[in-house]
């Protein structure tokens, strides 16, 4: 049973990639176009209220990360399979929705100024279009767990709030809050429902994003993850690979499978003799590269602690696995490394990519992290000496932004703005520079 809440009220951004470098395969704020490729039938479906049901359109903004990215197309697809219709702009929609992260305070900054934008939008004498009820503003996503009710003592204009393990319950709480004008809140951590992960909806017909797990029980000490996505919830293997196969059979060949740390993927399910069986990220890995019409398969993101020679391996064998980690290390110095609880020294990092280099000999990028609580400046220069070593394609390197409820909260963010902004620009020219160089030897 779900346990939202239903308020009886009748009142009514992003920040990967703006420094990152390469390719920005993190989009900045993906709103979602319409499609025409994959079961998009937009154009026929009957809007707004009608004689044979409620067919609402919907504007779905969305900041963050790929998951992020898949997280609102996937929603957007069980729209479509209701009838309702994704619309451009947000002045044109019936259901207004802002997909969230909580990841740095940037992120979130920008969602509520976007979120706070909407708020003429609320007030404008039209509602939706036709009928009297307030359109449907929803925050959902990770600032929904991480913020909860604040949003709705702040904003009057919001009426539906839900977290990330309840997106396949929206369609339903839209109904409701536009029926009966009460709002709702739902930020139950729980299982998706499998139909959360529809195809009626696609953003590119090249390449398509997979979901294999949700949450990551890693609680690295400055990351908000496992607070507001839970702990790590993997999905079914066959549903991964049934996904994977209705994409080849749509057109897409190409597959980004996407977990917050795809490496501690494991699935286990009983076989005969009560005996369990597990299935693990490289067991995963395989059967998809195994199937048929699949040109590519990467994944996003990996972690150092499980990164081992067998998927390594895998990686060198198979044609159709992109030969590129995405591999973050955050930082250089074990001193700091230990009190992100990494739970890796940096001469294991390093080990694990003179591994890679030289099973797969593949191109590295990774996130970083700078001015962590108590980072000196030899902690800095161990994490240039790693950058200079390693040679990533790409980076995304972050300033330190302190979340609420996280370990590292309780530290004291004792590196000044003017240190990280410093340490910032110097890791970020460096990449460039090897970036650059790295463009000129392909
Ligand atoms: N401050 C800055 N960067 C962070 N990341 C995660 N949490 C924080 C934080 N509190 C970065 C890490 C992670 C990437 C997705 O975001 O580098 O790998
Ligand atoms: Fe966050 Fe990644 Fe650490 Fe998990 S492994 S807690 S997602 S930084």
Redesign the pocket.
Known sequence: MSKHKDINNNASRDDIGSNALGPLTQNASAQMPSHPNIGLNAATQPLTRSASGWHPKVFIKTFG?QMNSRDSEALSGLFVDRGYRIVEKADDADVILVNTCS??AHAENRAISFLGSLKSIQNSKFKIKNCQSPKVIGLIGCMARNLGEEIYKKMPHVNLICGPGCLDKIPDYIKKVSEKGSRIIDLEDRDRNEELYSLSFKVDSDRAGVVISTGCSNYCS???VPYVRGNLRPRNHQNIVDEVKNNIKAGVGKITLLGQNVNDYHYQFKIQNSKLKIITFVDLLKMISDLEGLKEVDFI?SNPRNSSVELFKLMAERSNIKKHLHI?F?SGSDRVLKSMNRGYAIADYLDTIKKYKEIVGGSLSA???VGFPNEEEDDFLATKSVVEKVEFKYA?I??????LGTAAANMVDSVSTEYKEKRHKELLDLQKQISRKLQKKC
């Open positions: 990360c990841v740095r400055y990351c908000v993101s973050p955050q996130d970083i992290i995304y972050f300033k330190y932004s302190p979340r």
